[in-house]
């Protein structure tokens, strides 16, 4: 044994010697993409604590004595906080309606057995095909008959019926993959099957709800089209339709323009920060491919 | 198992009660809408297909499906090219894979919106970061958003936005390959790039076309990016901002309705092409 194993650590040393330049290659490419995704935050929040002169001036300079008047104008003259209340509520009630239904209908889907599943399936994949601008005008009308434009539910209801498709393929794809031991097992201690939805498949799908719950997330806070049509009054406004106001009405502001987006991205990367392993899990484990 | 169909009625119903009202009755309403002349909700005329024909006369259109494309292409070259190099790059390191996956996807979390001020901000003329890089080097400043360089210039936030989601769907795709292949490789003295280009593109190509097509499909819906930094203007209107000046803006609810059937079946048909020139058999390990 003893020959081979010197062989074997010899080449090894070799080959770590030879490719060490191409590594340094390869961190080098991906260092500077990294920074082209890191920089570009930095510089905006940096320029945030600046006087717009200031920007204007030198907007590479460091803050070295942060000023706080664009955030005070951002509350006091913008509202940015009420914006981030509704926000916040309608894409909360977006992401509970989304799981609650989509991992109900993703239950049936993937565990039962019955007539019609695959002509359900073939209609989900087709839905994905089917843009926000090809509802819009429909919907909205509707809203204005049933009184619903310029409410939190304006926004919540069509952004539910948008985001269910992806929610249930996804939830659908990982439930198939569990064990049919398990849904047995809990079938002979006496569970229904709304029972064993929740005391089986929902604790066992969590990474899969975890990804699917912060995608939701993500495209019904970042959603400008339908948050300018259905809900653009300053009570109920959404913080993407606020940027879009600042960006035109105060363009040439560039401290309060650099604050406004600050305010809406480092909470959603704070947050992303902290579960970011769960998006990769759930994303990937339940193949989305379907 | 027993009272089964109890269960799938009730489970489906919720799911099923929002998309018929939110997504397909819209939906064929908007067909329905588009063979009309209307004038706010209330005020209709049957017209046939005389948006349809419309549509094909709308030279705006027609500049605003041009534009759609080349945006398209510079998202299949670049978005999905720079995503499949970062990973390959990525799969090949041993050290640092955690932080460059959490940084790549920055960008993609935030909206699209806030990328479109921040690049509001890069392109300022007077006082952007461009141009103020260009005046540190003494080079005379430039106008980003002229005629000649709008539509690259909204391009480039556009492919910057999703390349950290594409990278993280090859780079797991790339992690599903069992590790005796490349190690059968290696015995046939296949490394580097040769077993990039030999073992792992094609054995990730069933990912690659379902990204394509992500990417064609989801260029489709581009709408913030052009919405906030141009408005449409010098030479970069897209099917998305069209159809949001002529629905929403112009109140003509029948041309509007047209004019995004129209990028339904623009979409499936590109779709279609794409799955059909990408065609291969899935590999399962």
């Known amino acids: 044994m003893e020959p081979t194993k010197v062989v074997a650590h010899k080449t090894l040393r070799v080959k770590s010697g030879r490719f060490s330049l191409g590594t340094t290659l390869m961190h080098v490419v991906l260092i500077a993409w990294a920074l082209t995704t890191i920089y570009p935050l930095f510089w905006i929040v940096n320029n945030s604590f600046k006087m ?73 994949y087709a839905t994905l095909l089917i843009p926000a601008f090809a509802t819009v005008v429909p919907v909205y009308e509707l809203l204005i008959h049933t ?42 201690d006496g569970c ?31 959603d400008l089209f339908s948050a300018l049509i259905f809900v653009n009054k300053e009570n109920v406004r959404p913080i993407v339709a606020l940027l879009n106001e600042i960006s035109s009405q105060y363009g040439t502001d560039f401290g309060l323009m650099a604050t406004a987006v600050s305010l809406t991205v480092i909470p959603v990367l704070l947050v992303y920060l902290f579960i970011s392993k769960y998006i990769e899990k759930g994303l990937t484990e339940g193949a989305i491919k379907g | 198992m027993k009272g089964d169909r109890k269960y799938i009625f009730t489970f489906l119903l919720p799911a ?30 049957f017209i046939g297909w005389d948006n349809y024909k419309r549509l094909f006369t709308d030279e705006l259109l027609g ?90 210039a909204v391009a480039i936030p556009t492919v910057w936005h999703y390349v950290g989601f594409y990278f993280v769907l090859f780079l797991t795709a790339m992690s599903k390959i069992p590790s005796d292949y490349y190690e059968a490789a290696k015995l046939e003295g296949i490394t580097g790039v040769k077993k990039t280009f030999l073992l792992t593109i094609p054995l990730i190509m069933s990912d690659i076309k379902v990204v394509i097509t992500l ?12 919405w906030v930094i141009t408005k449409g203007q010098n030479g970069t209107e897209v099917l998305g901002t069209y159809m949001y000046k002529k629905a929403m803006v112009d109140q003509n609810f029948g041309y509007g309705s047209a004019i995004a059937i129209y990028m339904v079946v623009f979409g499936v048909i590109l779709a279609l092409v794409a799955n059909r020139l990408l065609k291969r058999d899935e590999i399962t390990y």
């Open chain 1, 192 to 222: 229904n099957r709304w029972q064993m939805f929740t005391k089986v498949f929902l604790p066992i799908s969590q990474p899969v709800f975890a990804s699917a719950s912060i995608f939701v997330f993500l495209w019904s806070y970042n």
């Open chain 1, 147 to 188: 009184k619903l434009v310029n409410t939190y539910l304006g926004l919540i209801l069509p952004q539910t019926a948008g985001n269910l498709t992806f929610a249930t393929l996804i939830i659908a794809g990982y439930m198939a993959t569990i064990p049919k031991e398990l849904e047995e097992a809990s079938f002979i």
């Open chain 2, 63 to 152: 500049a605003a499906t041009l534009h759609t494309l080349e945006i398209m292409l510079y998202v299949i070259v670049f978005q999905v090219g720079i995503a499949l190099l970062l990973a390959v790059l990525v799969d090949n390191i041993s050290k640092f894979k955690g932080f460059y996956r959490t940084v790549f996807f920055f960008p993609v979390v935030i909206s699209g919106t806030a990328i479109s001020l921040l690049f509001v901000l890069v392109y300022n003329y007077n006082f952007g970061l461009l141009n103020n890089l260009l005046a540190g080097f003494g080079i005379e400043k430039i106008l980003w958003l002229d005629e000649s360089n709008a539509l690259r």
């Open chain 2, 215 to 226: 990417a064609i499909t989801g260029t489709l819906k581009v709408f913030e990016f052009i």
């Open chain 1, 52 to 124: 717009s002169r200031d920007v204007m001036n030198d907007s590479f300079a460091f803050a070295w004595s942060p000023v706080l008047t664009n955030y005070m104008n951002a509350f006091d003259r913008m509202n940015i906080g009420m914006s981030y209340v509704n926000s916040l509520i309608m894409s909360f009630s977006t992401v509970f309606l989304v799981l609650l239904f989509g991992g109900l209908a993703a239950y049936v889907l993937s565990r039962f057995q019955f007539r019609g599943k695959r002509t359900i399936y073939s209609i989900l």
């Open chain 2, 16 to 45: 099923a009660v929002f998309m018929s009202v939110f997504l397909y009755y819209p939906f064929f309403k908007s067909v329905y809408l588009s063979f009309f002349r209307t004038t706010g909700f209330f005020d209709k005329k």
